[in-house]
T-cell receptor, first 117, second 113 residues
Framework: GAVVSQHPSRVICKSGTSVKIECRSL??????MFWYRQFPKQSLMLMAT?????????EQGVEKDKFLINHASLTLSTLTVTSAHPEDSSFYIC?????????????FGEGSWLTVV | DAKTTQPPSMDCAEGRAANLPCNHS???????VYWYRQIHSQGPQYIIH???NNETNEMASLIITEDRKSSTLILPHATLRDTAVYYC??????????????FGTGTKLQVIP
């Protein structure tokens, strides 16, 4: 299947700082990317949907000024957690929609563990 | 997206077939059934999808009932590496750019030696 890569896989940052997570589609162009957050023993929670070249659509309860999403190209989306706090510590996962031969299938990145200390 | 319901957990003996059910009674005519799995501390992995015909690939088989209100994912010879949470999702195959994917709680499959 198609490959979606996230970086970094693990990051530790100090409270109050910002951290950026990158999501790349390696072998296809992704006009749409999705960002999820997952807490231990819970399911994935959709945070936002982004289309290349336009503003992201955030789910209810997700602060757009805290979780900045940029989807400037067809192969790259970034999530920036601004002024991070310990409660932002979580597993962040991106996914990308491949409209190619597999027909609109969503592929996921490996995930990024964020720990805010 | 139509809602799906899955049993919270299942056990399967190593080497035996694992049959994971999913109910999607409100599925629309243009919605496909997708299956993903998530191994601990990793991103979800695409397994298979189908519309109404049974599908098979190198990972699994997907059996969809004639009325399309339920489906079963079959792992023919489960291994310990198949231990994961399995998610069943329904969504249109051809959709607009903002068609989001939401996850339920899935089925935690434990493969037992």
């Amino acid at each position: 299947g198609a490959v979606v890569s996230q970086h970094p896989s693990r990051v530790i940052c100090k409270s109050g700082t910002s951290v950026k997570i990158e999501c790349r589609s390696l072998d296809f162009q992704a006009t749409t990317m999705f960002w999820y957050r997952q807490f231990p023993k819970q399911s994935l929670m959709l945070m936002a949907t982004s289309n290349e070249g336009s503003k992201a659509t955030y789910e209810q309860g997700v602060e757009k000024d805290k979780f900045l999403i940029n989807h400037a190209s067809l192969t790259l989306s970034t999530l920036t957690v601004t002024s991070a706090h310990p409660e932002d510590s979580s597993f962040y996962i991106c996914s990308a929609r491949d409209r190619g031969v597999t027909g609109n299938t969503i592929y996921f990145g490996e995930g990024s563990w964020l720990t805010v200390v | 997206d139509a809602k799906t319901t899955q049993p919270p957990s299942m056990d399967c003996a190593e080497g035996r077939a694992a049959n994971l059910p999913c109910n999607h009674s409100t599925i629309s005519g243009n919605e496909y059934v997708y299956w993903y799995r998530q191994i601990h501390s990793q991103g979800p992995q695409y397994i298979i999808h189908g519309l109404k015909n049974n599908e098979t690939n190198e990972m699994a088989s997907l059996i969809i009932t004639e009325d399309r209100k339920s489906s079963t994912l079959i792992l023919p010879h489960a291994t310990l590496r198949d231990t994961a949470v399995y998610y069943c999702i329904v969504r249109p195959l051809h959709s607009g750019g903002y068609q989001k994917v939401t996850f339920g709680t899935g089925t935690k499959l434990q493969v037992i030696p």
